[in-house]
């Protein structure tokens, strides 16, 4: 058992994230990495820091509108549908 998500992630074969003694996602770091569960399994594994804006999907899936009213086109990207959605601000990591 650790706070500390790098080790955790460095360490372990399977990791368990739990919020307020729930269960949030159980899998392999790069599951987790990859494809986290919740807006708080991706805001606790990643770094650097996230930050999340708040928005809607359009129903022709090619844009997003932000609770702003800024739109972001999203052709190409891929979305897991079902998953929860946020938009992650900030400098692109290869």
């Known amino acids: ?3 500390d998500q790098h080790e955790g ?9 739990t ?9 392999t770091p790069e599951e987790i990495y990859d494809r986290p569960a ?11 820091a996230m930050n999340f804006l708040p928005g809607r999907i359009a129903p022709d899936q090619n ?11 999203l052709s190409g990207a891929t979305l897991w549908f079902g998953w929860p959605f946020a ?8």
Not at 20 to 27: H, M, V
Not at 87 to 94: C, D, R
């Open 19 to 27: 919020n307020k003694g729930t269960i949030e996602q159980i899998g």
């Open 87 to 94: 938009v992650q601000s900030g400098p692109a990591t290869p």
């Open 38 to 48: 919740s807006v708080y399994v991706a805001g606790f594994i990643g770094s650097p």
């Open 9 to 17: 992630m460095t360490l372990a074969d399977r990791l368990v994230i």
């Open 63 to 73: 844009r997003v509108t932000l609770d702003d009213g800024q739109s972001l086109d």
């Open 1 to 3: 058992m650790t706070h």
